[in-house]
């Protein structure tokens, strides 16, 4: 988790506000000594979105995000977008092939 | 207790314990066995008794041989440093005394590894553009050890591995094939993450620039030169053991050029050493460094190059590991003639594979 | 190859429990059952250790997800004599089914191949329809593949264990 949080420069306060939004979302509490590979697929993908949202980045482009997701998965992280994704660029892109 | 502290208090203790087991008591067999005790016992505390004893079967064939070599230096009555035929007695107590100070050093780097994990750097105030190595580092072995798990298996399961009675030139390839998988899974896995570690870089961290992929490509190398020679710990009578360590540096010196060459060969075998036999590490640093290089030279060149520098390279790495232990005070001439006809082994079976790798890559997209 | 009825255990916390004794003879075999019901660790903590290393079989096995199986034959193929170049899966299964028939034409023996929810049973099956006799294809599959198969049904009853039994007609 630790990788994470320097990889995506994120200060003391954002990595509160991360393990914050990922209990209230999946009731699990990371730390950033935990593991990465305990955690399902989407509750993977929904820790890359948390990082990227509260990134300094500028620009964000999610490469099939939906596709990862199922259906309240999928809501959860529209709300997170809406919520935490003001004042940047936020671009989508789906690849067409299935597997 | 911080990261920091941590760090640099076990630093402390385990320069503290090389200077004085390696340097100042060396040749004090006393202090030496007093270092042993404490060391051993430490080890048994923090480790338990299985663990400890797991560490110790990779160095036993070496040690073994050894002693037979100081023995037969005291059959010969070899002259001792001052000039004068050794007797048995001198030379077996001088071996003991070498063997224990061979022992002290693994066991000191072994304490040092088990007071510090490689999640500690994690926390030091490194600078992105030096965290990255530490962040890739951790995914490409973590990657790396389970990886070639998976692929002896399917490879196991390919049919015409299940025929019985296969010759070693047989087996040898089958091995080698284990071992160019893992060059390819890390290969692609070293691009796919250094690459996204760049992107976010780039986008988090304004002002850091990335450079090209040379980095991850480099690392890449380093991480496998140090798996190929772990992984594969094959104990053979003589002492040592044999690795596929320097397969990979012919090849990656064949494949991607001196700079890489010497990178991997130094880099890579240096903290395969590290973390097994640590007195070699100062001299594996500067003898695969130089075998990666020259055996670079061979990069650009055509077919004749493509042979002769791999076989100089090797052939220096042999040569290179005779005089630098003969001349080291704490290896001396007995560890240099136990360790010569391994080195030959590694040498030969380096080039041969090496170069076998070489032409199959024409088959792949490395 | 008889797998004989019994409690099996396989992981930490998780056993299957086989109602009456397996028989895997010649034939298709078809493993059902729904998703974490033991499928696939029946094929390989059950099955795939009593083949491997077995001088009396040849056994193949297929994952649905390929990648490491397809670098892993990659390599091979690219080292071994007839040197190949693997781009995709289906060359990956091709050399694999090639491989059996060339050390089957030497040898022959009874083969097993395996195949965990993997996209190309139809193809394997008819290549081995054509060239291997005495075959046994086990396959995990959630669709009804080849009707005219046996059937074994991997049932859960709870989360640490699972019911395996042969369905009879």
């Known amino acids: 988790m630790l990788e994470e949080f320097i990889l995506y420069n994120l200060d003391s306060t954002q990595r509160s506000v991360f393990i914050e939004e990922f209990a209230s979302i999946t009731d699990k509490t990371l730390n950033p000594k935990s593991d990465l590979d305990i955690l399902s697929g989407g509750q993977k993908v929904l820790v890359m979105c948390l990082c990227a949202l509260l990134s300094p980045a500028s620009a964000i482009h999610f490469v099939n995000l939906w596709h990862s997701l199922d259906p309240t998965n999928r809501n959860l992280v529209k709300n997170l977008i809406s919520r935490l994704g003001t004042g940047r660029q936020i671009t989508y892109s789906e690849d067409k092939h299935d597997n | ?366 | ?169």
Not at chain 3, 40 to 66: A, G, V
């Open chain 3, 1 to 169: 190859m008889i797998i004989e009825a019994g409690t099996h255990k396989i992981w930490q916390d998780f056993s299957l429990q086989v109602v009456s004794n397996l028989n895997f003879g010649e034939g298709l075999i078809h493993l059902k059952g729904p998703n974490g019901a033991g499928k696939s660790s029946f094929l390989t903590q059950i099955l795939l250790p009593r083949l491997q290393n077995n001088p009396d079989f040849y056994s193949l096995y297929f994952e649905q997800q390929m990648q490491l199986q397809i670098t892993a034959v990659k390599a091979y193929a690219s080292l071994m004599k007839p040197r190949m170049r693997i781009e995709s899966e289906a060359d990956a299964v091709d050399y694999l089914l090639q491989d059996l028939l060339r050390v089957h034409s030497a040898e022959p023996r009874p083969s097993f191949i395996l195949m965990d929810e993997s996209l190309h049973a139809e193809r394997v099956r008819d290549f081995l329809d054509k060239n291997i006799p005495n075959y046994c294809l086990v396959f995990s599959a959630h669709s009804q593949l080849f009707p005219e198969a046996n059937a074994i049904v991997f049932k859960p009853i709870s989360p640490s264990l699972s019911l395996v039994d042969v369905v009879t007609d």
């Open chain 2, 1 to 366: 207790m911080s990261s920091q502290i941590k760090l640099s208090l076990s630093l402390l203790l385990l320069l503290t314990i090389l200077a004085l087991a390696l340097v100042v008591f060396m040749d004090s067999l006393v202090i030496q066995l007093a270092f042993f005790g404490a060391l051993t016992l430490s080890l048994l505390a923090l480790r338990g008794f299985k663990r400890w004893l797991s560490s110790h079967r990779l160095i036993l064939p070496f040690l073994i041989s050894l002693s037979l070599v100081y023995l037969l230096f005291g059959i010969l009555r070899i002259n001792t440093q001052d000039g004068n035929p050794g007797s048995i007695a001198y030379w077996l107590q001088f071996g003991l005394g070498r063997v224990l100070l061979f022992v002290n050093s693994v066991l000191a780097f072994q304490l040092f590894f088990s007071l510090i994990s490689f999640d500690e750097l994690l926390n030091l105030p490194l600078k992105i553009g030096l965290m990255k190595y530490v962040i890739l580092g951790k995914i490409l072995f973590s990657n790396a050890f389970n990886s070639f798990g998976d692929i002896t298996f399917h490879q196991s399961l390919i049919p015409s591995q299940q025929r019985l009675k296969q010759s070693f030139p047989q087996r040898f390839k089958a091995r080698l094939s284990a071992v160019l998988a893992l060059l390819l899974t890390l290969s692609r896995e070293s691009r796919v993450q250094g690459s996204q570690i760049d992107n976010r870089i780039t986008a988090c961290h304004r002002g850091t620039s990335v450079g090209t992929g040379q980095w991850y490509q480099n690392l890449g190398f380093i991480v496998l030169v140090t798996v190929a020679t772990m992984i594969i710990p094959i104990p053979i009578p003589g002492g040592g053991f044999f690795n596929f360590g320097d397969v990979m540096i012919v090849f990656i010196a064949l494949h991607a050029g001196s700079k890489a060459g010497a990178l991997a060969g130094g880099i890579g075998s240096a903290i395969a050493d590290l973390l097994l036999f640590p007195l070699f590490a100062p001299i594996t640093l500067i003898v695969k460094g130089l075998e990666g290089l020259l055996c670079g030279l061979g990069h650009k060149s055509s077919g004749l190059g493509r042979f002769l520098f791999p076989l100089a390279g090797v052939a220096l790495m042999v040569g290179g590991y005779f005089l630098g232990e003969w001349a080291l005070p704490q290896l001396g001439k007995a560890v240099a003639i136990a360790d010569l006809g391994v080195n030959i082994v590694q040498g030969v079976v380096g080039f041969v594979g090496g170069r076998a790798l070489f032409e199959a890559a024409k088959y792949l997209d490395i």
